[in-house]
């Protein structure tokens, strides 16, 4: 074997014994960097098992959340014009009550509700596919549209006739909603005309004929008085609550993560308590500034 060529007064290199340390050091992984990764104890694995998990699981919660959130198909009461938008019912002032509904043609009538609890009108759902409207507020104006279940759109004529045959909207198929200014919760149909949705007695010489609906009363009475419900989700007041609820959620871990160290019972109700009222960054500056002057003192 070729030895290197030494010289007189060389020192020589003294090698190292490989103890049993080094011999793990050296076997350990690395990291991408090429610096050598830590050895996990079975308790930092416990540890980091268990936050994969917490995390996990709180993302499942979230998620099913959201998810009943955009699928609450439950139907509430319009309280104000702007709460209308999306599936709607027309509640008519009538007895017993009965809804706004049109046909696959296009015909417009009065259907008696079947999901109502006592005749009482603010509890009232749609039974049939045919008492349901979408409404949308027109752009740029503050006029709305009814869509019916077959894609036509609600429309009164110049003597007062509904129906629901147009694909398109024109000043026959817009509508002004007015809130009841002595009734809560009610609402006018009115047309660009200014004469307004009502209900009176049918014609028909038939017995127990269903009430007629037609859109030309000139004065707001109680027969053009009705309420309109809607589903939940749609409702603005309902969807600012739930992200409200949402907002003030928040577990004592992420809480502590924030703060940047442990904190006891009282910190984390004032933090909570500061989430809802909406000082909760200041409240969490101040305590990271006493972590700091505690750090240091």
Known sequence: ?????????DKKAKKRKRTAATAEASDAPTREDGSAGETETPSKQLKLAATIAA??????????????????????????????SG???????????????CDAIGKVFT????????????????????????ANKIVGTDHYRFKGHHGKYLSCDKIGVFSAT?????????????????TPGTFQVQTLRDTFLTV???????????????????????????????????????????????????????LEDAVGRRIDDDEARRLKKARRE??????????????????YS
Request: glycine fraction near 2%.
């Open 1 to 9: 074997m070729v030895k290197p060529l030494t010289f007189k007064g």
């Open 55 to 84: 995390a996990e699981a709180a993302a499942a919660t979230k998620a099913e959340n959201d998810d009943n959130e955009q699928h609450d198909d439950s139907w509430v009461s319009a309280d104000v014009v702007t709460d209308v």
């Open 87 to 101: 599936p709607i019912m027309f509640v008519l002032p009538t007895e017993p009550p009965t809804a706004l509904a």
């Open 111 to 134: 259907l008696p509700i079947e999901n109502i609890v006592d005749g009482n009108a603010a509890t009232a759902e749609p039974h049939d596919v045919r008492q349901v409207w979408v």
């Open 166 to 182: 147009s694909e398109a909207v024109s000043p026959l198929e817009s509508f002004t909603l007015i809130a009841t200014a002595d």
């Open 200 to 254: 009176r007695a049918s014609r028909s010489a038939k017995a127990n004929a269903a009430p007629e609906v037609r859109g030309d009363a000139a004065d707001i009475t109680f027969d053009t008085t009705l309420r309109i419900r809607m589903q939940a989700r749609f409702k603005p007041r309902i969807k600012a609550s739930k992200a409200e609820r949402a907002r003030e959620k928040i577990s004592r871990r992420e």
């Open 278 to 295: 909406g000082n909760y960054h200041e409240l969490l500056l101040d305590m990271k500034v006493k972590n700091k002057h505690d750090k």
